[in-house]
Nanobody, 127 residues
Framework: QVQLVESGGGLVQAGGSLRLSCAAS????????VGWFRQAPGKEREFVAA????????YYADSVKGRFTISRENAKNTVHLQMNSLKPEDTAVYYC????????????????????WGQGTQVTVSS
């Protein structure tokens, strides 16, 4: 069973950048569709970005499109989320999630579709 560990969170000023990483162990991460989600205090967890198994097609929430980039680093069994031009409203706990050997244009945007989750990493953007 794959285990996911996020890292790279922290405190950054508005306009700054962070790169989050999701490292997998116990499985080959290139065999998974991977999603990033976030949850702000008092709000529901929401979709941020995803990369599909096999095609590596990427998906983004409208709120992050053009600012965030999801990418694979297969040699390190890791998926990254590069976050640029950060805004205070990006403040949240960020989670990565994985689904083994499946891809779906619509389901990948749904948190219920994923089987494996990391513990989350906090991102705080100050104004």
């Amino acid at each position: 069973q794959v285990q996911l560990v996020e890292s790279g969170g922290g405190l950054v000023q508005a306009g700054g950048s962070l790169r989050l990483s999701c490292a997998a162990s116990g499985g080959t991460f290139s065999s998974y569709s991977v999603g990033w989600f976030r949850q702000a205090p008092g709000k529901e967890r929401e979709f941020v970005a995803a990369v599909a198994y096999l095609s590596d097609r990427t998906y983004y929430a409208d709120s992050v499109k053009g600012r965030f980039t999801i990418s694979r680093e297969n040699a390190k069994n890791t998926v990254h989320l590069q976050m640029n031009s950060l805004k205070p409203e990006d403040t949240a706990v960020y989670y990565c999630a994985g689904k083994y050997r499946q891809a779906s244009t619509t389901a990948q945007l749904q948190l219920s579709w994923y089987d494996y989750w990391g513990q989350g990493t906090q991102v705080t953007v100050s104004s």
